[in-house]
């Protein structure tokens, strides 16, 4: 246990806290995380690894399936807004 607590101390977060910088450790060792998961912990704090347009996409997308009843002319203008 003391030997992970000395690995997760060896990486520091930067905040500014009003005029000073205070270093913290990470709640995860970044070890192990794979890039996504580096990416979108708290040392990065991304959302997403995607681009904004497949975002946007997948946003619309979800928005058009959790709507009902689905009606053909729904389906051909998601068909037409993806073009």
């Excluded at 794979?34 to 959302?47: D, P």
Aim: aromatic residues 6%; glycine residues 6%.
């Amino acid at each position: 246990m003391l030997d992970y607590i000395n690995e997760r101390e060896q990486v520091h977060i930067l905040r500014q806290q009003g005029d000073t910088t205070v270093a913290i450790p990470p709640d995860e060792h970044p070890q192990g995380m794979g890039v996504t998961g580096l990416l979108k912990s708290e040392l990065f704090g991304l959302s997403s690894t995607l681009d904004i347009e497949t975002e946007r996409r997948i946003f619309h997308r979800n928005e058009l399936f959790v709507k009902s009843p689905r009606t053909a002319c729904l389906l051909y203008t998601s068909d037409a807004a993806d073009e």
